[in-house]
């Protein structure tokens, strides 16, 4: 199994631009959540989905910010524009279920900079 | 949700056992109890779950006492491999609609 994939796995953009991070779950997992991970604020979860459908997207920063998963296989998120704080890790994960006892599989993350 | 507390950071010299112990006062009948582990640039990785007593596996052991209010992930003997983030997560095994939400985590560092 390729386990969670993410591409690219490094992005660096300068103010304003727009940004497409991309994610492909592991097959025959039927949620996929989207985190970023910065040194002062942690591991944040910014959305989540379950069977393509878009749970809840509260931990989305801005209007800025958005994703979409238009099949099982594929799930993308956009920020438009970007800003110099939005720079951080963004993993993607995927599981069986929304929370226990599926374990959630991360990727290996992009790692975003934003001049 | 059920919030978790647990330590910042914690040091310790090879060979040794950790014990690092979640608060975690507010979990519900239907709560389980999850570690992972972060390695530095890397994303988080599922290490042990459990709801109550003891769970064992090849990586570690997890403690949860009857009253389930706090719960202690044990890694015997670390090596320096063993330095990373250890985050402690709460979350409903039934209702599916909550995802698992993770905290600061606890920063082991492991000493030669």
């Known amino acids: 199994d390729a386990g969670v994939i993410q591409s690219p796995r490094h992005e660096v953009t300068e103010m304003g631009q727009e940004v497409t991070l991309r994610c492909k779950p592991i097959s025959g997992h039927n949620s996929l959540f989207w985190y970023r991970q910065t040194m002062m604020r942690g591991l944040e979860l910014l959305i989540y989905?379950?069977?393509?459908?878009?749970?809840?997207d509260s931990g989305m920063p801005e209007d800025r910010f958005s994703a979409k998963m238009p099949n099982a296989s594929f799930s993308t998120l956009k920020i438009q524009p970007s800003e110099p704080r939005d720079s951080a890790v963004y993993f993607c994960?995927?599981?069986?279920?929304?929370?226990?006892?599926?374990?959630?599989?991360f990727g290996p993350g992009t790692r975003l900079t934003v001049l | 949700l059920a919030k978790t507390t647990q330590p910042i950071s914690m040091d310790s010299y090879e060979g040794q056992e950790v014990n690092i112990t979640c608060s975690h006062n507010?979990?519900?009948?239907?709560?389980?109890i999850t570690w992972y582990q972060q390695f530095p640039s890397q994303g988080p990785r599922f290490i042990i779950q459990g709801y109550k007593t003891k769970v064992t596996n090849e990586v570690a052991s997890l403690f949860i006492p009857a009253d389930r209010k706090s719960s202690t992930l044990s890694l015997p003997r670390v090596s320096l491999s063993d330095t990373a983030v250890y985050y402690c997560?709460?979350?409903?095994?039934?209702?599916?609609?909550?995802?698992?939400?993770f905290g600061k985590g606890t920063r082991l560092s492991v000493i030669a």
């Open positions: 994960a995927s599981s069986f279920g929304l929370a226990t006892p599926g374990e959630q599989f």
């Open positions: 989905f379950n069977n393509n459908v878009p749970i809840d």
């Open positions: 507010n979990i519900a009948t239907n709560d389980y």
């Open positions: 997560l709460v979350g409903d095994a039934q209702s599916g609609n909550t995802p698992l939400v």
